[in-house]
């Protein structure tokens, strides 16, 4: 939920900001630290990255990605129905596949093989 909330506002945050040439290039910088919605943005990114990288440690890649993958789920509805895009047929036909993948995935186990505490040299 962290990468589907921190693109979000992201989104929100660049819909407010001036073209990138249209502005000199340190008040364009200011403009990206002035805004409410990127550092809070950024930070819910910052969580999702740590929290999916603490995912290796207790899972399969072959699990943790595809779960992850999740995300791309709640970031569509979001920007249908908070940012007002058009998403079309073809493209929520993509998302209903993402869901079933990862239904999928989720019944299987989550690691394959044992976790050891250490590799032993």
Known sequence: MGNSFGNLLMA?????????GAVP????????VE?????????LMAVYTV????????ADL??????IAS????????????????????RWVGVTLIFLGVALVAKTPVATREQGT????
């Not at 929100?12 to 990138?20: E, V």
């Not at 290039?25 to 990206?32: D, K, N, P, T, W």
């Not at 805004?35 to 930070?43: D, E, I």
């Open 35 to 43: 805004n409410p919605y990127l550092l809070p943005g950024a930070g």
């Open 71 to 90: 995300s791309y789920i709640l970031s569509t509805v979001l920007g249908e129905f908070v940012l007002n895009e058009h998403v079309t047929t073809l």
């Open 25 to 32: 290039f340190f008040s364009y910088l200011g403009g990206l």
């Open 12 to 20: 929100l945050g660049m819909d407010r900001m001036p073209d990138f």
């Open 118 to 121: 250490e590799a032993q040299s």
């Open 51 to 58: 929290s999916q990288i603490s995912l290796f440690s207790w």
């Open 62 to 67: 072959s699990y943790v990605i595809p779960c």
